[in-house]
């Protein structure tokens, strides 16, 4: 016998996913983060990832113009700065230096790295797709920074022992 089926919201069919932080640089220089929702590999070969932005948030912009950004994993002692950074705009504060959030450079391309999250993918725009709400800017991964205690020795990063913020 099956258990009995119920009709879900479809906005969590791909729950439970790593939160996420995109960080990005606008041509002033200016740095700004937001909280992505709508992110997934796209690639193996060459390694890929997809981040979905709607078109009204002032990242959306930012990211249009470098053609770059970094994805962050964020671990759950970073939920206070998640929540800011998802509910509060770039466009009116600097929303990373308020929080006192740690930045670093980009390796590979001109973009910060939030170096609270034990994992940045830092990724260079190859081509984006308008789905509806959002455009999901496909970037190709040019380097992955991750905290020295979670790279194994093949290189592989340890993702059991990252306590990661569950939404």
């Not at 959030?101 to 001109?110: S, V």
Request: aromatic fraction near 8%; include cysteine; charged fraction near 20%.
């Amino acid at each position: 016998m099956y258990p009995e089926k119920k009709t879900a919201d479809f906005r969590s069919v791909l729950n439970p996913k790593t939160p996420l932080l995109v960080s990005c640089r606008g041509k002033d220089g200016k740095n700004n983060a937001l909280v992505v929702v709508y992110c997934c590999n796209c690639s193996f070969d060459p390694p890929m990832i997809m981040v979905g932005i709607v078109p009204s948030r002032h990242s959306y912009t930012l990211v249009k113009e470098s053609g770059c950004f970094v994805a962050n994993l964020v671990p759950a002692n970073l939920k206070t700065q998640f929540d800011y950074l998802g509910s509060h705009s770039g466009r009116d504060e600097d929303k990373l230096t308020k929080l006192g959030m740690r930045i670093g450079e980009g390796i590979k391309i001109n973009a910060p790295l939030l170096l609270d999250c034990p994992v940045s993918i830092e990724c260079s725009v190859v081509s984006s797709v308008v789905t509806g709400s959002h455009e999901m800017f496909i970037g190709k991964i040019e380097y992955v920074h991750a905290d020295a205690s979670l790279v194994q020795d093949d290189g592989k990063i340890a993702w059991n022992k990252i306590d990661f913020l569950k939404l």
